[in-house]
């Protein structure tokens, strides 16, 4: 009798932990879908009204400062508000160990860069075209990982590959139609700058997430402390950028020239969005961040309708619905023998343990299938 009491009470903490933890997945992920289609909206929204427009270099640069100012309260919480502590273990980790801090230099660089092409790209593109292309980063993250990580795809995964660029593709040539009366309508808005600059936002994330996977899988330090690491070189790279693109602008008019409720809104999404695909990442599996990402076009394709006008016809549905295919495919989980599992029950979808080793800590934070690292827009 007594051993059967112990077993039930031992089931107790476990069945617990799993319905939290179940809960904490559902949660982020309806997160998650709130604020890629927020962000992309809201950022196509500030950059369309009229009058004084901000310096979307100085924007750049103050989600850096949130994003690590947000990270340095979570190492101060972990080390239970040990102030003397956490600087000590701050000046060890950025400043002694310089060499493994300088490692992050070269994605900090690229998530610069693409922080502020996202900002060109949706002044220039309608954002449900915005949403559907930029899913293109799949594509070039998928390409980036069997170079420089030796990943190997399932036939799926290449399938869904295809589908994602002819998705893509059906797009574009469905907006290259309206292409003249929308320069009609906008004239400070160019087609072809947003184009160019969504694609080369996918080929830098892509390379940046890969690149920085491949160093968090070689470290034990957290993803809260290479944030940390990374919004160092942001802010920096940020100010120089800003420097040499508004520089005299800036100092004419002020850092916050423009700033109005609507953009702080935009910087806090934009700083938020980086740190929570660490907690989606923990808490959610492959197949239902797909549905977020896919349910995300969704809903910033009705809104555009709502707030811009978009006109949605036979052939954007049917570009996007490739691309919402393709995506879910991409990413099912794959089975032992290459081919893809199905859902797992909500008995098995709890937090798989971090893996024994080095790196494993970290290990528990990144996802099966190659994915934006957690500092980035998406």
């Given at each position: 009798m007594s051993g059967g009491s112990s077993s039930k009470a031992g089931e107790v903490p476990t069945r617990s932990q799993s319905e939290a933890n179940r809960k904490l997945k559902y949660i982020s992920l309806a997160v998650l879908v709130v604020q890629n289609a927020s962000l992309i909206l809201s950022i196509r929204y500030v950059r369309t009204l009229p009058g004084d427009r901000f310096f979307t270099t100085s924007a750049v640069v103050m989600a850096e400062v949130l994003k690590v100012a947000t990270c340095l309260l979570i190492v101060l919480l972990q080390k239970r508000c040990a102030l003397k502590e956490t600087l000590w273990f701050l000046l060890d980790s950025v400043i002694l160990q310089y060499q493994d801090t300088l490692k992050l230099a070269v994605p900090s660089l690229i998530y610069t860069l693409q922080n502020n092409l996202q900002y060109v790209a949706i002044s220039n593109l309608p954002a449900a075209t915005f949403q559907v292309t930029y899913q293109l980063k799949i594509l070039t993250t998928a390409l980036f990982s069997v170079l420089m990580l030796?990943?190997?795809?399932?036939?799926?995964?290449?399938?869904?590959?295809?589908?994602?660029?002819?998705?893509?593709?059906?797009?574009?040539?469905?907006?290259?139609?309206k292409k003249e009366a929308a320069v009609a309508d906008a004239s400070n808005q160019n087609y072809m700058v947003g184009?160019?600059?969504?694609?080369?936002?996918?080929?830098?994330?892509?390379f940046a997430g890969v690149y920085f996977e491949r160093i968090l899988k070689g470290s034990s330090a957290s993803v809260?402390?290479?944030?940390?690491?990374?919004?160092?070189f942001g802010t920096a790279l940020g100010l120089l950028g800003m420097w040499w693109?508004?520089?005299?602008?800036?100092?004419?008019?002020?850092?916050?020239f423009g700033y109005t409720g609507m953009v702080w809104c935009v910087i806090f999404n934009q700083a938020f969005g980086g740190l929570l695909v660490a907690v989606v990442?923990?808490?959610?599996?492959?197949?239902?961040?797909?549905?977020?990402?896919?349910?995300?076009?969704?809903?910033?394709t009705v809104m555009s309708v709502y707030l811009f006008g978009f006109h949605v016809d036979l052939l954007f549905t049917a570009g996007a619905g490739l691309v919402i295919g393709a995506v879910y495919m991409y990413s099912l989980p794959k089975a032992p023998g290459g081919l893809p599992c199905p859902e797992p029950s909500s008995s098995s979808a709890s937090v798989e343990p971090p893996?024994?080793?080095?790196?494993?800590?970290?290990?528990?934070?990144l996802p099966k299938a190659p994915?934006?690292?957690?500092?980035?827009?998406?």
């Open positions: 030796r990943k190997s795809l399932s036939r799926v995964q290449w399938v869904s590959l295809l589908l994602l660029f002819a998705g893509v593709a059906i797009v574009q040539v469905q907006q290259e139609g184009l160019v600059a969504v694609v080369i936002s996918c080929l830098s994330s892509g809260w402390m290479r944030n940390v690491q990374l919004g160092i693109n508004d520089g005299a602008a800036v100092a004419e008019r002020g850092f916050l990442v923990k808490y959610a599996d492959n197949i239902l961040k797909g549905f977020a990402t896919s349910f995300s076009i969704i809903v910033s893996r024994a080793g080095r790196g494993g800590e970290m290990e528990a934070f994915s934006p690292a957690a500092s980035g827009t998406d």
